[in-house]
């Protein structure tokens, strides 16, 4: 007698990994297109500022010059050009020499924090990282199941040196922090990086933010000061660094990259094998040419004088209608507004809720936070909007804080 089929309960269930996720991230993507929500959840640029003639003429070019070569599988480290434009770039900024030996092409920059995942985190390893942490990393490395202590820049945390000797590697996003949008100085930067080399650890430096200096240049990155300081002979610095084309040019190339001493691309080259094989030798070639044409150093100007405008928008609607109940600064760059309630017992998570009924989405605090613990803050975007209606968005999280606020037991508005 044939064994009766099994029912979809009785089949295998997914990876336990998973259910320690979130959903944030799908949810801000889709209620970014509801044209009733105000969204000031995704870290998204401006798509009317995407300069889709420009990349259209660039692709017309990018296949003439290389043909069916864009068109084919291509290396795992990247297109050659492109990777030797890219050392380039990184050379100018650190004064010596890096080859293409020490660029590794990735799918954005997302992909490169995936693999670092792969190829450097057993369960159970420790990562110090920056505090509140970016939700993509935290996202790249939950299945890998790491263990989490917090960097403090000043490095006077008890047992600071003992963490940094048993951590696997240091996470860092000093320009402009994803969320908080706060600019490392270069002083406590050059500290952690002797901190790292002493302690005999990897620094993950993740800098996607650096073309949007708003309020004037960034201090240099950690990677091209480590570099500056060891002029000769090829790069075998602790400093990991991942950069990416989707802030300054548009997210829809897929274009990052990772910086590394040559062993380490050796070693995400070969992690990346098991991944995609290769990333798009076209958007690459497309990439290419609107680097070398000088389009991208034009395009940026113009982008920063709209996120400029923006940003000066929300501050201003936030003083205007939540001063009440939350503190915040005025980001130097980058895309994010982070916002600290006034009362430790408000949360975010709850807020959130009320938001939701209200047309307006944000992102609460507790996804930065590898425990979830983190509730009295939000991550609000203002590049994604125009100005008015990031005042109408913020008018809206008015009405949903005075909701939540009467909603909870022995409270008022």
Request: charged letters at 20%; one cysteine or more; a neutral charge.
């Amino acid at each position: 007698m044939p064994t009766p089929p099994a029912s979809a309960t009785q089949r295998p269930k997914p990876a336990r990994w998973l259910s320690s996720g979130n959903s944030i991230t799908q949810q801000f993507l889709s209620l970014g297109g509801r044209p009733d929500i105000v969204s000031l959840a995704g870290g998204l640029p401006a798509a009317e500022l995407y300069p889709v003639a420009e990349i259209a003429a660039a692709s017309t070019r990018a296949l003439a010059r290389w043909g069916s070569v864009a068109l084919e599988y291509g290396p795992m480290e990247g297109l050659p050009a492109l990777r030797a434009a890219i050392a380039a770039r990184v050379s100018a900024a650190a004064g010596r020499t890096f080859g293409p030996e020490n660029v590794l092409l990735t799918t954005g920059a997302m992909q490169g924090l995936d693999l670092l995942g792969k190829a450097l985190i057993d369960p159970g390893d420790l990562i110090m990282a920056q505090f509140p942490t970016y939700l993509g990393a935290l996202d790249a490395w939950r299945p890998r199941q790491p263990r989490y202590e917090r960097l403090d820049w000043t490095l006077a945390a008890p047992g600071c040196e003992a963490t940094l000797r048993q951590a696997k590697f240091v996470y860092a996003v000093p320009n402009y922090s994803n969320p908080t949008g706060v600019l490392v100085p270069q002083g406590q930067r050059m500290a952690l990086l002797d901190a790292v080399m002493a302690a005999g650890t990897w620094l993950v430096e993740d800098d996607p933010y650096l073309p949007l200096q708003l309020d004037g240049p960034a201090p240099p990155s950690i990677l091209t000061s480590h570099a500056a300081r060891h002029p000769d002979g090829p790069y075998d610095g602790p400093v990991i660094y991942l950069g990416t084309l989707s802030k300054s040019l548009v997210p829809g190339l897929r274009v990052g990259w990772v910086v590394a001493e040559a062993g380490m691309i050796a070693t995400l080259a070969l992690t990346k094998q098991s991944t995609d094989l290769s990333s798009s030798m076209l958007t690459q070639a497309i990439a290419l040419d609107l680097i070398e044409s000088g389009f991208e150093a034009r395009h940026v100007p113009s982008m920063l004088s709209a996120y400029r405008e923006r940003r000066d928008a929300l501050c201003a609607a936030l003083a205007s209608h939540l001063s009440d109940w939350f503190t915040w600064d005025v980001p130097p760059g980058g895309m994010f507004v982070w916002a600290t309630a006034r009362d430790p017992a408000f949360d975010t998570n709850a807020l959130y809720v009320h938001a939701l009924a209200e047309k307006v989405a944000f992102v609460p605090s507790s996804v930065f936070d590898p425990d979830g613990a983190l509730t009295t803050a939000m991550r609000l975007n203002f590049t994604r909007s125009s100005p008015e209606r990031l005042v109408e968005g913020v008018r809206r999280l008015e009405r949903a804080v005075k909701r939540y606020l009467a909603a909870r037991p022995g409270r008022a508005a």
